[in-house]
T-cell receptor, first 115, second 113 residues
Framework: EPEVTQTPSHQVTQMGQEVILRCVPI?????FYWYRQILGQKVEFLVS????????KSEIFDDQFSVERPDGSNFTLKIRSTKLEDSAMYFC?????????????FGDGTRLSIL | GQQLNQSPQSMFIQEGEDVSMNCTSS?????WLWYKQDPGEGPVLLIA?????ELTSNGRLTAQFGITRKDSFLNISASIPSDVGIYFC?????????????FGTGTLLAVQP
């Protein structure tokens, strides 16, 4: 069964550094998402992306965050200057066609640790 | 903002027992989803519900989309040790620009062999 894959599985970074989290969504999907889960808490929506632009972003997704689909297969989340509170699991998800209510499928996440 | 509350927060049961967990919302959704999360992994879709009143099964799992569209429940019958994990409900209003998921607070399930 097709899967969403994320790399790296764990990223350790000094505060203030830039990080890029990478995702390969399921190949025929058109909607792409990033979610965040702080340890012990629920999963929170960050941003959705469709047709090469952001569809919606949450309050968490401030100017330090950006997303990009640099080619036909990858979907990236960049945090420009990381803060301690950015430490969390980051999940990428994708879903199918816009004319069909298809559920989102998640990758296994990247654990981001900011020191 | 929209909030989903799940109950119970945690359950500790014996293998073979049936389990029921609930999710309630402060607002209406037109789609309900149930996911399971194992430690260190991403949420895995268990059941998707698209219509108020809908009852759907997936093996030992059964979920229902509440008539008011503000709640859903998930039942697991004859639990086994591999059912251990955190179960999240998620609401979605399909048809908008984004289809973002709003996740519940989670129910931790522990199954003793």
């Amino acid at each position: 069964e097709p899967e969403v894959t994320q790399t790296p599985s764990h990223q350790v970074t000094q505060m203030g550094q830039e990080v890029i989290l990478r995702c390969v969504p399921i190949s025929n999907h058109l909607y792409f998402y990033w979610y965040r889960q702080i340890l012990g808490q629920k999963v929170e929506f960050l941003v959705s992306f469709y047709n090469n632009e952001i569809s919606e972003k949450s309050e968490i997704f401030d100017d330090q965050f950006s997303v990009e689909r640099p080619d036909g297969s990858n979907f990236t989340l960049k945090i420009r200057s990381t803060k301690l509170e950015d430490s969390a699991m980051y999940f990428c998800a994708s879903s199918g066609r816009t004319d069909c209510n298809q559920p989102q499928h998640f990758g296994d996440g990247t654990r981001l640790s900011i020191l | 903002g929209q909030q989903l509350n799940q109950s119970p927060q945690s359950m500790f049961i014996q293998e073979g027992e049936d389990v029921s967990m609930n999710c309630t919302s402060s607002s209406i959704f037109n789609t309900w989803l149930w996911y399971k999360q194992d430690p260190g992994e991403g949420p895995v879709l268990l059941i998707a519900l698209y219509k108020a009143g809908e009852l759907t099964s997936n093996g030992r799992l059964t979920a229902q989309f509440g008539i008011t569209r503000k709640d859903s429940f998930l039942n697991i019958s004859a639990s086994i040790p591999s059912d251990v994990g955190i179960y999240f409900c998620a609401g979605l209003n399909y048809g908008g620009a984004t289809n973002k998921l709003i996740f519940g607070t989670g129910t931790l399930l522990a199954v003793q062999p």
